[in-house]
């Protein structure tokens, strides 16, 4: 959306894409795709969130969030209750069942990467889009709660691990793979402290990082897989075992930006990573 609609200025047609995907939308939560209507992601709504706020800084128009503001109400109350496959827990944080993240792949039925519990990105996201909504609610001057944002900030703090570096993917229950999903949390800026998302960028540099994305688990990691080839089931067990994905640049530039600043240093370093 933002690459190809929103940096061109055809907001009439990103408009219509995130007009499409609410209409789609299920008790507040999107579908994996427009056309088999499974909706059994936990991070489509949450990416919606942030999908509309980024129309929103390009487009200015405030018309089109009056309009859609409804079906991010109808996210944000999704999420912050018990559901099929995710809920918030106690803490404020989202907990949800195994493979409902990006990391969804299967062989014979059977997560890969489970992930379940609470999911480091897709809490990173959470806090992202509280603070996306208090923003845009000032915007329409309509009342927001501000309480459970800095209560998930609060929990937050308990994903960082001290003996690597970095964030525990998933925690409740603790998983200290060493995968690019942390990166996401990085450019959210007032989520951690500067000197931890450090760390976690050049953790990702060191482990994950490599000419053409990241990898999806560290080298260092016994259940790594360095190829993905032969059969269905051969490729799905190394889907997101190590196999690298370009997508992962996008929020890698993102946290170097973040942490580094918008200097133009910076920037020729972002555009050499990119390249």
Partial sequence: LSGLLLTTGRFNDAKAVLTTFAGAMKDGVLP???????YNTVDASLLFIRAVYNYYSYSNDIEFIRTIWPSLLSIIERYSRKGDGFSMDSDG?????PALTWMDARVDGKPVTPRAGKACEINAIWYDDLKIMES????????????????????????????????FDVIDHEDASIRPNQI?????????????????????????LT????????PRDPRYQ??????????????????????????????????????????????????
């Avoid at 949390?185 to 994950?208: N, Q, W």
């Fill in 32 to 38: 994996n795709d427009l056309g088999a209507r499974s």
């Fill in 93 to 97: 944080l989202i907990k949800a069942d």
């Fill in 136 to 167: 845009l609610a000032q915007v329409l001057e309509v009342p927001w709660n501000t309480e459970l944002s800095i209560c998930v900030k609060e929990s937050y703090q308990r994903f960082w691990n001290s003996e690597t570096g970095c964030l």
């Fill in 184 to 208: 996401i949390a990085v450019s959210v800026t007032d989520l951690l402290p500067i000197l931890k998302r450090k760390r976690i960028l050049e953790t990702v540099t060191r482990d994950l």
């Fill in 211 to 218: 000419p053409y994305g990241l990898r999806t688990l560290s």
């Fill in 226 to 275: 360095g190829r993905h080839e032969g059969g269905p089931n051969q490729r799905d067990a190394a889907y997101h075992q190590g196999t690298v994905w370009p997508w992962l640049i996008g929020p890698y530039i993102d946290a170097f930006l973040s942490v580094n600043g918008q200097s133009d240093e910076s920037k020729t370093k972002a555009r050499e990573i990119l390249t």
